[in-house]
């Protein structure tokens, strides 16, 4: 029930949550199917019927928003429309996209973020390292992993191919988007930012020796600029006048209650509570509460390992 309400809710952020349905779907056929005791035929039925009920309750919840783009625009994306709109020329085929270097660099961009730096140009290259960082702690991780010979145990294995392969699909929306005449903005990425996330996250905690802190702890910062850009985005665009806060003549105009921004600032809330404890876990040398291989039993014939160090306090290893 849990997985085909987040199903839905995935259906109704934006096109590319689709791909979330149908993973989800075959997650849950799957998910039946292995852990069911029951015989063939009978396992087989209610496996079709969980994955089944994923796919009804998304169409039920999200499926009239699509109809009635198909009577608005004549597509269940309303993409013609939005293309037409602003004037949009098509770029070429994706894969063409997806061999193009400003393609990517765009995709890199706007998923950090895209504030200007203090020489006035977006730091491309700052964030291409946080991309880079995670990446070679996978690699990090991976080596390990195979040196260990230690096989993933299969439901696991099992997510991450799901994961991954919704990651992908997203990609190449975002990538037929922009080969459309789109631009790449890392909103579409949406469905697949919890698989980045998670990855980046086992990344970093790949990597050798103490953990990346002062790359993490750029992340609240980057919350704090994106905050201090939206101001400066509603004032320009809202144009108050007399000095009057952006936010608050935007609720005065349209006369809304100032409570509704309270849902926002808890966003904003857990979301910074949520990168400061990521800071916090990541800097500490200990074993990580994310999906990462895990060392399985030593066979006898093994030589011990050597051992591992203790812990370390974060705020200690970084004092001085």
């Keep these: 029930m849990l997985l085909a309400v987040l199903a839905a809710a995935a259906a109704l952020t934006r096109a590319s949550?689709?791909?979330?349905?149908?993973?989800?779907?075959?997650?849950?056929?799957?998910?039946?199917?292995?852990?069911d005791g029951r015989p063939g035929r009978s396992r087989a039925?209610?496996?079709?019927?969980?994955?089944?009920?994923?796919?009804?309750?998304?169409?039920?919840?999200?499926?009239?928003?699509?109809l009635r783009n198909r009577h608005l625009y004549h597509s269940a994306t309303g993409t013609g429309a939005l293309l037409a709109k602003f004037?949009?020329?098509?770029?070429?085929?994706?894969?063409?996209?997806?061999?193009?270097?400003?393609?990517?660099?765009?995709q890199v961009r706007r998923l950090w973020d895209q504030s200007p730096s203090p020489a006035g140009k977006n730091a491309d290259a700052v964030w291409w390292c946080?991309?880079?960082a995670p990446l070679l702690g996978l690699a990090f991780a991976g080596v390990r992993?195979?040196?260990?010979?230690?096989?993933?145990?299969?439901?696991?294995l099992l997510a991450w191919l799901a994961g991954l392969a919704v990651a992908g699909l997203v990609e190449l929306g975002a990538a037929s988007f922009y080969s459309l005449g789109g631009t790449a903005h890392g909103r579409y990425l949406l469905p697949a930012l919890s698989v980045l996330a998670v990855a980046a996250a086992a990344g970093v905690a790949g990597l050798p020796g103490r953990r990346a802190l002062p790359l993490l702890a750029a992340l609240p910062l980057l919350t704090v600029v994106?905050?201090?850009?939206?101001?400066?985005?509603?004032?320009?665009?809202?144009?108050?006048?007399?000095?009057?806060?952006?936010?608050?003549?935007?609720?005065?105009?349209?006369?809304?209650?100032?409570?509704?921004?309270?849902?926002?600032?808890a966003l904003l809330a857990a979301g910074l509570v949520a990168q400061v404890w990521s800071v916090w876990t990541l800097s500490a040398r200990r074993v990580l509460p994310v999906p990462v291989p895990v060392k399985a039993d030593r066979p006898a014939d093994r030589p011990a390992d050597p051992p591992v160090d203790p812990p370390v306090d974060p705020l200690a290893a970084y004092a001085g």
């Design 17 to 35: 949550g689709l791909v979330v349905v149908a993973a989800a779907g075959v997650a849950a056929v799957v998910a039946v199917w292995r852990q």
């Design 45 to 66: 039925v209610r496996a079709i019927a969980a994955g089944g009920a994923i796919v009804v309750t998304a169409t039920a919840a999200a499926g009239w928003f699509y």
């Design 87 to 106: 004037s949009r020329l098509r770029r070429g085929t994706v894969p063409q996209m997806l061999l193009e270097q400003d393609f990517w660099r765009s």
């Design 130 to 132: 946080l991309t880079v």
């Design 145 to 156: 992993w195979l040196r260990r010979a230690l096989p993933p145990p299969t439901s696991l």
């Design 226 to 265: 994106n905050v201090v850009l939206w101001r400066r985005y509603l004032d320009a665009t809202l144009n108050p006048g007399q000095g009057e806060h952006p936010i608050s003549y935007a609720l005065r105009v349209e006369h809304l209650p100032v409570w509704l921004l309270a849902p926002a600032a």
